[in-house]
């Protein structure tokens, strides 16, 4: 089965000891409290996608990202391959609004509601959390469970 692969970005807005979170409200992850981010689009490089999709979502724009992480997601049954970059947001301007996609909440660093996120969150958001950066890979059953998954601090990531 030859697989493909698409390019998406997260960007986790962060001030002290609080994250920014976006309940879904429509399409893929609904219901699930997330960072911000999507699909890179052909004529941007991933840093200016993580820009546009976290103003498109939350009226946010970086100031300054730090990618993080580099995280792979497989699902049983589906050849896609999503590889998603992570950035840490730490300078931005503008207030958090709700738009069509999310709905936007500051959550202290010790009460994220891990138990309506994605079952991968609550693995690599700890190093997230430290400043560690990492990459992992995670084949999912279906939408809520792991079936097995790797996960690796990284001294430097590709930009």
């Known amino acids: 089965m030859s697989t493909s692969q698409k390019i998406f970005t997260l960007a986790m807005v962060r001030k002290t000891n609080a994250l ?3 309940l879904k409200k429509k399409g893929f992850g609904e219901g699930k409290w997330n960072g911000f981010g999507g ?3 052909k004529d ?3 840093s200016e996608g993580a820009v546009r999709e976290l103003e498109e979502e939350s009226g946010l724009v970086a ?3 730090t990618k993080i992480g580099i995280l792979e997601f497989e699902f049983v049954g589906d050849p896609v391959l999503f590889e998603v970059h992570v950035f840490d947001v730490t300078q931005y301007e503008g207030e958090p609004v709700e738009t069509e996609e999310m709905k936007p909440q500051w959550f202290p660093e010790d009460g994220i509601p891990y138990e309506k996120m994605w079952p991968d969150d609550i693995l690599w958001y700890p190093l997230y959390l430290k400043g560690i950066k990492f990459r992992g890979h995670f084949l ?3 939408y809520d469970t792991i079936l097995n998954y790797t996960l690796t601090q990284m001294d430097h990531l590709p930009s």
């Open 140 to 142: 999912y059953q279906g």
């Open 39 to 41: 699909k890179v689009e």
């Open 20 to 22: 920014l979170l976006g």
């Open 63 to 65: 100031k300054c990202l």
């Open 44 to 46: 941007e490089t991933i």
